[in-house]
């Protein structure tokens, strides 16, 4: 099946958002929104100076040599008295604006001397005037439902004397690895061992989509020990991860353990790597079946699961960004799977790397993106190419 067909299928199953908590802002990042918070206040809550200078009216300032009495000095945090007629105020950045003044005159505007201050230059209403409410107006909608707050999101939240927000909890996610030659770090190698790195990078990607992460463990290749496994695991997570075990070969016994227990609903993508990616429930809860090789789980989460896990958090999924950049290598012979290339764009150029082979992270590692080729597209040096950065994936 092709990427985008499956990616739409596998959306469309995401279950409805978990229940809601709330949180201080503090604790609120990378979390999703779960209401759309009004502002109970103008941001700014009044008009206040942009610049250190003298608020004026500026129709007491048209003649081109205007000298005016200093009636008042207003540093940032007090309350200003309203600016009497013909007489300018002392004034600094982000104070609040005298009543009746329309404009501040910058300081290197002016000069001051004997409590009065003359001005160079002509001085417009609104000039270095930040208006009330211009970041956001009272009881305007500070962010919607569903945003993933940001850095940003959570100053403008406190900006408007908002403390917490009301979020959904996160959800659990179940992590089994497959395979009779892993060995976790830590402990040493046997013959026909390697390490179980897997587990490592999807228990890094789920912490930072704010998933909280059940490890089952490691399964032997055998039906009964991998059923067993998906049963502990729908008893326990809101989603279920597996990584090897999904190809074709005899020893392969994770689509028939998510059959007895459940269904297959797509299996075998038009992707490389990661074609033998699966997706199905196990006892009603959602499963993917990720390929063992390291960079075809890496690569097949990023475009499926992340995407499949930000919904179920109740979260606004955009597609992530793809720039079209010059490709700094060359491919002749045309694929029939989209391929997802490992890829370092540097100074406007594009480079794959050179061993695109699915057992090694260390180009997963060495890219800071995915160069993506169509089906039967080839490539010229030059050429324009789609790059997803990896901070697009991997956040
Ligand atoms: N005859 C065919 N053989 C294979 C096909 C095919 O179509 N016909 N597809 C190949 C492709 S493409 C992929 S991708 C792999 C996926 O196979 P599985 O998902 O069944 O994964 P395994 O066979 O269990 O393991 C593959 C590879 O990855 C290593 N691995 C597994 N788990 C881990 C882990 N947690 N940490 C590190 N490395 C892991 C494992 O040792 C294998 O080397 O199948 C191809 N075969
Ligand atoms: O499709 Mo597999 O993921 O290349 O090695």
Redesign the pocket.
């Known amino acids: 099946m092709p990427v985008a067909e499956a990616l739409t299928q596998i959306l469309a199953s995401a279950p409805a958002a978990p229940e809601t908590e709330t949180v201080y802002l503090e604790q609120a990042v990378a979390r999703v929104l779960a209401e759309s918070p009004t502002s109970p206040v103008a941001v700014p809550p009044a008009d206040n100076s942009s610049m250190d200078g003298y608020a004026v009216r500026s129709q007491d300032c048209q003649n081109p040599a205007t000298t005016l009495p200093i009636s008042q000095r207003i540093p940032a945090g007090s309350a200003p008295l309203p600016l009497e007629p013909g007489t300018a105020a002392r004034i600094f950045t982000g104070a609040e604006m005298p009543a009746g003044a329309d404009a501040v005159v910058i300081q290197e505007n002016a000069t001051e001397a004997d409590g009065h201050v003359a001005f160079s230059g002509p001085i417009n209403a609104g000039s270095n005037v930040r208006p009330k409410g211009q970041d956001i107006a009272l009881g305007a909608e500070v962010i919607y439902k569903g945003r993933r707050l940001q850095p940003a999101d959570i100053g403008l939240l406190a900006s408007t004397g908002i403390d917490s927000v009301r979020v959904y909890r996160p959800i659990k996610v179940a992590i089994i ?3 009779d ?2 060995v976790e770090p830590g402990s040493s190698l046997g013959a026909g061992k ?6 490592f990078v999807l228990t890094t990607l789920l912490a930072k989509l704010g998933c909280e992460v059940v490890n089952i463990g490691r399964v032997q ?1 055998d039906l009964a020990a991998t059923t067993d496994a998906l049963e502990r695991a729908a008893e326990q997570a809101d989603c279920i991860l597996s ?7 005899e ?2 016994y ?1 689509k028939a353990a998510v059959e007895a227990l459940g269904a297959l609903q797509l299996w075998r993508m038009r992707i ?5 990616l699966a997706f199905g429930h196990v006892k009603q809860i959602p499963f993917f ?6 960079a ?2 890496l690569i097949t989460f990023t475009l499926f699961v992340r995407p499949f896990l930000l919904k179920m958090q109740g979260a606004h999924i955009e597609p992530p960004l793809r720039l079209s950049v010059a490709a700094g290598f060359e491919r002749s012979s045309a694929g029939s799977r989209e391929e997802y290339m490992r890829a370092r764009y540097e100074n406007g150029v594009v480079h794959i790397h050179q061993n695109q082979s ?2 090694m992270l260390s180009s997963a590692s060495w890219a800071n993106g995915l160069v993506v080729v169509y089906p039967h597209q080839t490539v010229a040096l030059g050429d324009l190419v789609e790059f997803i950065p990896f901070s697009e994936l991997l956040n």
Do not use: A, F, Q
Request: aromatic share 2%.
């Open positions: 690895s497959t395979g030659e892993l390697i390490y179980n790195s897997n587990r290749d990584t090897g075990g999904v190809s074709v070969g020893e392969d994770v490389k790597p990661g074609k033998p079946g990720l390929p063992g090789n390291p075809s789980s699915s057992g």
